[in-house]
């Protein structure tokens, strides 16, 4: 009996409102594979190094045990890891790579005491070398692997299981075979592993992807999902299996005329696909989706068991390398005849108001027998605007492509624009004898893009827009990213004056494309190439490339947010590269904008001849401090090429910290090259929107790099409000308060100022807060057309309710879709004084928890030293403040909260404890039957547990991990939970955090 499973049976219906996005389809039945699948790893094919210390068994070998290491070439010692990296004893090698003909290498050729198997780790310090070269020589021969330097140093990594003889040579060497780069040999570390491990897995090997594995004991892990879901694999690297069984509908009978399709829509970063069984097909790339034909391998009288081996071994920049399947999943039935893929380009006539229309319809038959089909594409905008009809013969196991042209008259044109995104829809069809057979739908927008030497115009309009980096990653979804993760980010980067970025290297997930359609941002998409001598592309046609690319075009290219494509990010040696792919995705899609993101361009060696910058449509440069002062690197990218305008695709400045207080007064400073000046540069992209998950060099101990507005829970900085204001198309917004009204000015930025835009339909909002945080009265005001050559508005406002209990009055700037362009908080009264929930001792210290107060800007506590004198912290926008060096075991103090009117406070008794501070809680919440507790950590960090329950008084589970930053913890019934959390260190355990309520 076959299981209720979701089944989307489309047909041929009545289309809905263009800028609903249905996904509907006639003639597809399509069957949603997410959800719970059973997840394991086989021994020895990857390893947590998190969980890898040095045991007794174990033999280790240092660079200085002279009579197991073989030197070859110069080596230094070095006792001073580089960017204050760590390492494995008292020194390690180092040695720069100058030329090809370079073959120094470090060998460590252990000493066994017996022949068998043996687990094999390497670790190192910092190095520059994103591909250093690891020879393992074994008692079958010689295995090479590639090592990025730059990203998890002074740790255990795995370089696999492997046989080694007692009385042969074996070794671990550690080479490079490019030039120009440093590598570090540190140590090396052999582990025995039994015969009996090996055994097993051997036979789990033969065995797993069968039907009749048994796979009862695994784990369960969501799809979309990632490896680190589980604190097991927090910080896994490897393969690792994924196994679901289900059915097909009942409806599903079988047809020669119809073929069945496995579709993934993303796995990181190999994938191999087993099916009842039989292997069926392999994908490499982990961003773009791939399909699969299983129309001969499926049971449509049974129960199917799809296996997926996932392999995120390749790892890339200073990313997280997320491991598993990532995207969604869909077995998908339709006809030998479908429409495998369409294309519109819609280019408005500015003048007339009218837009040209180009259709390209590819048509696939993978039948036997040629078939002469009707086309047939709509172009919807709530109601049908425009219809386009063909005959056409498709040969049989062949593609044809249709090619449509016309025109929509201007009462039919409206056009797609970051403050009014409106999208159309096209709906094409292929019907043979009258009946539709397939049918593709998808939404593209109306607007043209152009540029000058000196600006971006979008719809006849010159813009210097701003927007962010936005890293693929969240510190528990990874980059699976759920809908309700993509549109809080899409919300909070619109919020803060998103309109324009370089979103990510990458292709990134569909949704979030869809989102910035539906939302208004202008995207350059990325394929996710960031160093040529990555060992799996093959020069000069890199393939494999090309591939990603494809698929990252043809599955985006009817998206209006997205206005360009990057071949690549700050490559070296790239001319040849960049030039070929950029001219391969001008036939791809030749309406779009195309470059390769480069931070090269302002350098000596950078010119005409060997910079790609010289055969982009624009230029995107990541500009960083080392390379010289803003002005310069911009002034000489613009004497080289005073013909293109520029895009600045990254900037930025590392945090300090981790916590919500950070904020960067420098990025005021570096907008201050743009405004008045260089009118050339026609926006900026900051690195980044969110802090992101990573092993590179210089990561915090939670593993989060802190270069975000929001953290990765996506709390909001101080550095949030700069920004907010910094991309805001005026400079503020002045009140001036009478009787029954307030005057209000508004300075609007210059053409040349920076951003720089026309406001159209926006509202001028104002609201009332009261104590209780809540608002109280709200009022809107639309504005007229705020053009850059306005100068200023000004206009008044009624207030005609008085309201004794505000404390404070917020004026925001709105755009017509509904984002805040400009935000003044005006404090009318004192905040109300904090209210204390916890204090909690540590070691010379003491940690104060009290609830966010309405009307209060930050808090602070003082309190008086020995010698008299008021110490004061410095002040905080969070709900919690951490006193060090206490002077005695028991202080009074005052917890003070404050505003632009003043301050309330309340006392407090600080007591310190023998026992550390507890991590603090970021955040906590349940998803996917999991309890998700994300919290702060230190270097010597040993261990952290959580103790939970559904009853405060009765936390009666514990669990205990060894992840950095984030666990997870699994429950059989959602509801209410109470928890808190303690670690273990060289010191020993710390005192237990606040009880914190999460449901």
């Known amino acids: ?36 699948w059973k997840f394991n790893a086989i021994y020895g094919d990857g390893s947590n190094y998190n969980n890898i210390k040095a045991e007794e068994e ?54 066994l005491p017996a022949s068998g198997y043996y687990e094999a ?72 592993v039994s015969n009996e491990k090996i055994a097993q897995a051997n036979l789990e090997k033969k065995t797993i992807f069968l039907s009749d594995f048994d796979d009862s004991q695994w784990d369960n892990l969501k799809v979309p999902g990632h490896y680190g879901m589980i604190n097991e694999f927090s910080n896994y690297t490897g393969k690792a299996w994924y196994r679901r069984t289900f059915e097909t509908p009942a409806a599903w009978q079988t047809s ?117 089909l009707t086309v047939s594409s709509q172009i919807l905008n709530e109601t049908k605007v425009k219809q386009f009809i063909q005959k056409v013969t498709v040969p049989a196991n062949s593609m044809s492509e249709v090619v449509f042209t016309g025109e929509l008259s201007s009462a039919d044109v409206e056009l797609w624009h970051f403050d009014n995104p409106h999208l159309y829809q096209i709906a094409s069809t292929i019907s043979e004898n009258e009946k539709v057979v397939h049918e593709l739908k998808d939404r593209f927008g109306i607007r043209k893009v152009t540029l000058t030497k000196d600006n971006l115009i979008l719809n006849g309009e010159p813009v210097r827009l701003s927007g962010y980096n936005r890293v693929s990653d969240h510190r528990y979804w990874g980059s699976s990213e759920p809908p309700e993760l993509i549109d809080q980010d899409v919300d909070l980067m619109k919020n803060a004056g998103a309109n324009f970025m370089r979103i990510m290297h990458g292709t990134q997930n569909k949704k979030l494309i869809e989102r910035c359609d539906e939302k208004g941002i202008l995207l350059f998409e990325e394929v996710n190439v960031r160093d040529l001598d990555n060992a799996e592309f093959t020069a000069p046609e890199y393939p494999l490339i090309k591939s990603w690319i494809k698929g990252m075009v043809e599955r985006d290219s009817n998206s209006p947010s997205i206005i360009g494509w990057s071949v690549g990010n700050e490559l070296d040696d790239h001319y040849d590269y960049a030039t070929m792919m950029m001219d391969y ?34 230029i995107m440069h990541n500009l960083y401090p080392f390379q010289g002062t803003p002005q310069e690197v911009i002034s ?94 005026v400079k503020g917004i002045d009140v001036v308060f009478h009787k029954r009204k307030a005057t209000i000015t508004i300075p609007i930025r210059a053409r040349n100022d920076f951003p720089s835009f026309t406001m159209k339909d926006y509202q001028m909002v104002w609201e009332f807060i009261n104590d209780e945080g809540e608002i109280s009265v709200r009022q809107t005001q639309d504005l007229p057309v705020l053009f850059p050559e306005d100068g200023v508005w000004i206009g008044d406002i009624p207030i005609t309710v008085k309201n004794k209990k505000a ?43 009290f609830e966010e107060m309405a009307g209060a800007k930050e808090y602070f506590i003082q309190y008086q030293n020995l010698k008299g004198e008021t110490v004061t912290t410095a002040k905080t926008i969070s709900n919690y403040i951490t006193v060090d060096s206490l002077p005695n075991s028991s202080v009074k103090a ?48 040993e261990a952290y547990t959580v103790r939970y329950g559904t009853s405060p008084l009765n936390l009666n589970q514990e669990i205990t991990t060894y992840t950095k930053g984030m666990m997870t913890i699994p429950i059989k019934e959602s509801g209410t939970y109470y928890l808190q959390i303690q670690k273990k260190d060289s010191n020993g355990l710390s005192n237990w955090s606040p009880v914190k309520k999460i449901n």
């Open 585 to 618: 995705v001008r036939v791809l899609d030749p309406h779009r904008l195309v470059t390769c993101v480069s931070n090269t361009g302002g350098r000596e060696d950078a010119t005409r001849t060997t910079d790609p910058n010289s055969n982009v449509d624009i």
């Open 894 to 941: 005052d917890l003070i909260a404050v505003n632009g009117k003043g301050s309330e406070s309340v006392m407090v008794n600080l007591t310190r404890s023998e026992q550390e501070l507890p991590p603090v809680i970021w955040d906590a919440f349940i998803r996917d039957n999991r309890i998700v507790v994300g919290y702060s950590g230190e270097l010597n960090d």
């Open 121 to 192: 780790f390497v670790r190192f310090p910092f190095a520059i070398n994103l591909n250093t070269k690891i020879n393992i020589h074994h008692t079958d021969g010689t295995d090479v692997q590639f090592f990025n330097q730059r990203t998890r140093c002074d740790e255990w990594l795995s370089l696999g299981i492997f046989t080694f003889e007692k009385d042969k040579r074996s070794a671990i060497e550690i080479t490079s075979d490019i030039a120009g780069v440093g590598v570090s040999a540190d140590a090396v570390l052999f582990r025995p």
């Open 256 to 372: 020669p005329q119809k073929r069945i399709r496995l579709k993934f829509d993303g796995v990181c970063h190999i994938a191999k696909v087993y099916l009842n069984g039989a292997f069926v097909g392999t994908h490499q790339g982990g961003f773009t989706p791939f399909e699969i034909d299983v129309t001969e391998n499926i049971s449509l009288d049974n129960h199917n068991v799809l296996a997926v081996e996932t392999d995120n071994n390749a790892l890339v920049g200073a990313t997280w390398n997320w491991g598993g399947i990532i995207r969604d999943v869909n077995l998908v039935r339709n006809n030998q005849v479908r429409i495998k893929h369409q294309y519109i380009h819609a280019d408005p006539d500015l003048k007339t108001g009218t837009a040209g229309l180009h259709l390209k319809i590819k048509i696939e038959n993978s039948g036997t027998t040629a078939r002469t």
């Open 1 to 36: 009996m076959k299981n209720s499973y979701l089944l989307l049976f489309f047909l041929v219906g009545v289309f809905g409102y263009a800028q609903k996005n249905t996904g509907l389809k006639a003639g597809e039945e399509r069957l949603d594979l997410n959800g719970n």
């Open 58 to 111: 174990d033999i280790v070998i240092d660079n200085t045990d002279k009579n197991q290491i073989e030197i070859k070439g110069d080596w230094v010692v070095s006792t001073v890891g580089e960017r204050e990296s760590r390492f494995y004893g008292a020194s390690y090698l180092k040695h720069h790579f100058s030329s090809l003909q370079d073959d120094a290498s470090v060998s460590y050729v252990p000493k």
């Open 807 to 849: 404390v404070a009055m917020h004026i925001a700037l709105l755009s017509p879709n509904g984002y805040t362009r400009f935000k003044k908080n005006i404090d009318l009264k004192k905040p109300v004084a904090p209210k204390v929930t916890a204090i909690v001792g540590g070691k010379n210290s003491a940690r104060v928890y």
């Open 636 to 729: 000489s990218i613009r004497n080289k090429w005073p013909n293109k305008p520029v895009f600045i695709s990254e900037y930025g400045v590392k945090l300090n910290g981790i916590t919500l207080d950070e904020d960067r007064e420098e990025n005021s400073t570096w907008n201050e090259n743009f405004r008045g000046q260089n009118d050339f540069v026609i926006g900026t992209s900051l690195w980044t929107f969110n802090d992101y998950r990573s092993a590179y060099i210089g990561t915090n101990v939670e593993e989060n790099r802190t270069w975000g507005i929001v953290n990765a829970w996506r709390q909001k900085r101080k550095f949030y409000s700069r920004l907010q204001k910094e991309t805001s198309p």
